[in-house]
């Protein structure tokens, strides 16, 4: 059986949150790779900030247009139908709430929803993207992360210490360790990957945990 990977498994698993007829728009990064999993027969029109209805597939090694790129300057392809427009008119899609579902990294997040990702104090910043007004206009917010630092350190917090990108915003955390969702009680403990037991999410997160119904392994 192909080995998959940590980061490979958390983009699988956050290719299930898509339904049809989406309207998504996948934040720089890992979440970006989530286009390479949308289900055969499923139809999800792929946004971009920098004015791209209709994003593909991640382009294939020596196949990339380096005109067509995303917001994050990634190279990407654009499937039949595609559609280009301003900048303006893309963020005015955000901000009218049009935008069904956005994907996120994240540096943070919290057991209260808030969402740390844009920037580190004293190192230097490119700029913080479109990620403050996805929060605030996309009808559901998923983030995809990590669930701890290359240290061992917790990236699942009680309170977020970095510059928060939006308050109460996340709605589910999918990382490799597990899938919880953000509730008035706490993160409620949904899934666990493949591999991964209740006690070793309880062991890895410092926000609080409800795991009254968790189903172990799923992904």
């Known amino acids: 059986m192909k080995s998959v990977s940590s980061k490979e498994r958390i983009v699988q698993r956050a290719a299930r949150e898509l339904k049809n ?3 998504v728009n996948l934040g720089i990064g890992m979440p970006t790779l989530v286009a390479n999993y949308i289900p055969e027969g499923m139809e999800v029109v792929l946004q971009s900030e920098n004015g ?19 917001a994050g300057k990634q190279t990407i392809t654009e499937v039949p ?9 893309s963020f005015a899609m955000i901000r009218g709430g049009h935008i069904d579902l956005t994907i996120l990294g994240a540096m943070e997040v919290d057991e209260e929803g808030n969402l740390a990702n844009w920037m580190i104090p004293g190192k230097m910043v490119k700029g913080m993207g479109g990620a403050m007004d ?23 917090l009680k309170k977020c210490t970095l510059p928060l990108t939006g308050k109460k915003v996340v709605h589910r955390i999918i990382s490799d360790l597990a899938v919880m969702d953000v509730a008035p ?6 899934e666990t990957a493949e591999g991964i037991s209740v006690e070793d999410v309880k062991k ?8 009254n119904n968790v189903k172990v392994g799923t992904y």
């Open 21 to 23: 007829g989406f309207y």
């Open 52 to 70: 791209l209805l209709g994003i593909g597939p991640f382009p294939y090694e020596g196949e990339e247009d380096p005109d067509l790129i995303n």
């Open 81 to 89: 139908g595609a559609s280009y427009f301003s900048s303006a008119d």
């Open 134 to 156: 996805l929060v605030a206009g996309a009808k559901r917010v998923v983030v995809t992360m990590q669930h701890c630092s290359k240290d061992g350190a917790s990236k699942v």
């Open 185 to 190: 009680d706490g993160l409620h403990l949904l």
């Open 204 to 211: 890895a997160t410092e926000a609080k945990l409800v795991t």
